[in-house]
């Protein structure tokens, strides 16, 4: 049976697109993958409710922020269908972070 060649990326697409694991077999290894992180830093996964682990779901929704000097709307918050859980998406949270350092920023600037 052949042996594996070492190879870059690109290489190894490449090499698969044209070869059967098959006659590889005794060089593979088993591996077992587990989910780790915020999975909206991994798209292909879904994030799931903590509580119950039900995959959540998406809304958009109004939010006040800045001691409710402003509202923001259409940010993406994520939620459990059950009601365990809701929190804003990552990309919505860094809105609302930067909309109170603007308006931070404008309370500290003398009149």
């Known amino acids: 049976m052949p042996r594996l060649p070492k190879m870059t990326r690109e290489e190894e697409a490449q090499f698969w ?18 989910p780790n992180g915020d999975t909206e830093k991994h798209p292909r996964r879904s994030p799931r409710c903590p509580v119950c682990g039900e995959v959540l779901l998406s809304r958009y929704v109004e939010r ?7 509202t923001i709307h259409r940010l993406r ?9 809701a ?25």
């Open 17 to 34: 697109a044209t070869h059967s694991s098959a006659d590889y077999w005794e060089d593979l290894e088993e591996v077992s993958a587990k």
């Open 64 to 70: 006040e922020t800045a001691d409710g000097r402003a």
């Open 77 to 85: 918050e994520l939620y459990c269908r059950q009601g365990h859980f």
């Open 87 to 111: 929190r804003l998406a990552d990309d919505a949270e860094r809105v609302v972070r930067a909309v109170e350092k603007t308006l931070a920023k404008i309370d500290s600037v003398p009149a």
